[in-house]
């Protein structure tokens, strides 16, 4: 009997641990479940996977690097003639690793730059022109500048580091016409790259393209605690910026992106578009497209041209189809507007 009594008071002190334990495991989800999931202005509900640090808006001070400006702003150089009828397009590129930059409201990172900036400007030329780069490396470490496309060995900024305080001109013809890319290929490559020194180099085509709002959209990100994993994923370096500040675009209006992925530490990445499909040019160098789709996926380096035009108004999206890659900031909105619409209320009743 009394064997019994003290095997029940067991069973029961069982239970009561047992069921302590559930609540303290359940609180401790739910715990968790509060760190990973975020509130956007909109009210919408973001459950993420781990270390995403959404900023909520961008209403605040301005960040050191405005995406808006970057977006549609082209480089062609300092442009002359040379004797025989060839255009030279002269740059400067200068390379400096001691920039300490906010790259999301809140988290400065130390990024290292083309011309102060990460990316650094975007290269635009002609196939055919004669291109001159002076490049100064102002850093701390030795850098190059490695073009992407055709050129001379001795033009292909691998072999002859520049080391702090020297100097280098790359002058070569530029080649083929697309969409391509430069960045330092110092080793360890992979930090100097993740670090932010990279930028576009785009050649048209003698004969040029349809006209078109056209932009540039880096994808990249950083690995702020240095595990050569990223914890930022973004369209041109600040995680979320145009989910909170719209690209506006117009309807019926062909829409030109040079898409390049620069992204390290991750094998692929990709570009999904909603409420539409695009024609894909990979490497820009065939006037026709490869594909017509609504998502495209690129390896490191890889890069291409993305046409597309609206048929609808309205808000849409752009992200990786990553899903890890969006909630950390690799997401983006388009918002489509009908300026025609307006334009024409404009004139019926005069607002
Ligand atoms: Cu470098």
Redesign the pocket.
């Known amino acids: 009997m009394k064997k019994t009594r003290s095997n029940a008071v067991i069973l029961m002190i069982a239970l009561i641990i047992g069921l302590s334990m559930i609540v303290v495991f359940s609180t401790l989800s739910e715990v968790e479940l509060e760190q990973k999931t975020l509130v956007t202005s909109s009210g919408a509900l973001i459950r993420t996977t781990g270390e995403i640090i959404n900023p909520i808006d961008y209403s605040g001070e301005p960040l050191d690097f405005d995406p808006d400006s970057f977006l549609r702003d082209f480089n062609y150089g300092k442009v002359s003639q040379l004797s025989d009828g060839t255009t030279l397009r002269e740059f400067t590129l200068i390379?400096e690793d001691d920039k300490i930059m906010e790259i999301s409201p809140g988290i400065f990172f130390n990024v290292?730059t083309y011309n102060g900036a990460t990316p650094g400007p975007t290269i635009r030329v002609t196939e055919g022109d004669l291109i001159r780069v002076k490049f100064i490396n102002n850093g701390e470490?030795?850098?190059?500048v490695h073009f992407h496309g055709t050129h001379p060995a001795e033009m292909d900024g691998v072999f002859e580091n520049v080391g702090p305080g020297g100097k280098f001109t790359y002058e070569f013809v530029a080649g083929p016409a697309g969409v391509h890319l430069y960045h330092?290929h110092?080793a360890p490559v992979e930090e100097?790259v993740s670090r932010g020194?990279y930028g576009a180099f785009i050649i048209d085509p003698k004969e040029g393209r349809e006209p078109a709002d056209e932009m540039v959209m880096i994808l990249n990100g950083f690995d702020t605690d240095f595990d050569t994993e990223n914890n930022f994923y973004a369209v041109n370096t600040i995680p979320f910026y145009h989910l909170y500040k719209p690209i506006e675009i117009d309807l019926h209006k062909l829409v030109r992106l040079y898409v390049i992925n620069i992204l390290e530490f991750d094998p692929i990445n990709n570009f999904h578009l909603h409420g539409n499909m695009f024609n894909y040019y990979p490497i820009g160098t065939q006037s026709e497209p490869s594909s017509f789709t609504d998502i495209v996926t690129f390896s490191q380096g890889d890069r291409g041209i993305i046409e597309f035009e609206y048929k609808y108004p309205g808000k849409y999206l752009f992200h990786a189809h990553k899903v890890e890659f969006s909630e950390k900031g690799w997401v983006g909105i388009f918002l489509v507007k009908d300026n025609q619409e307006k334009n024409i209320q404009e004139i019926k009743y005069g607002t």
């Open positions: 390379a290292w470490k030795s850098h190059t330092c110092v100097h020194l």
